[in-house]
Nanobody
């Protein structure tokens, strides 16, 4: 079984910063892409950023320059540094990872439970 656990959400004032982390654990042979998504109240879940196993990052256009995704493959962990936060960044942030549990296993997409980020004006 594979688990993704997020850390680092909370309440921050506009203009502030937060760093989210997400650690994958359990039966892991290989992790391909990892990423972050978010869902604001009344809205659909949307892409924030993804990063490949080789470290190539992809961002939602509206977030480029403020958010930075990184990963530590040795720790099976992905990070999201969020700077210059705005009230519209308020959402539940979800970690995602594409993981193979063994060398013969298919790759499955796993989700964390989500962590709340609230930005006050």
């Amino acid at each position: 079984q594979v688990q993704l656990v997020e850390f680092g959400g909370g309440l921050v004032q506009a203009g502030g910063s937060l760093r989210l982390s997400c650690a994958a654990s359990g039966s892991i042979y290989r992790i391909n892409a990892m990423g972050w998504y978010r869902q604001a109240p009344g809205k659909q879940r949307e892409l924030v950023a993804t990063i490949t196993s080789g470290g190539v990052a992809n961002y939602a256009d509206s977030l480029k320059g403020r958010f930075i995704i990184s990963r530590d493959s040795a720790k099976n962990t992905v990070y999201l540094q969020m700077n210059s936060l705005k009230p519209e960044d308020t959402a539940v942030y979800y970690c995602n990872a594409d993981i193979a549990s063994s060398w013969v296993s298919s790759v499955y997409s796993y989700w964390g439970q989500g962590t709340q980020v609230t930005v006050s004006s």
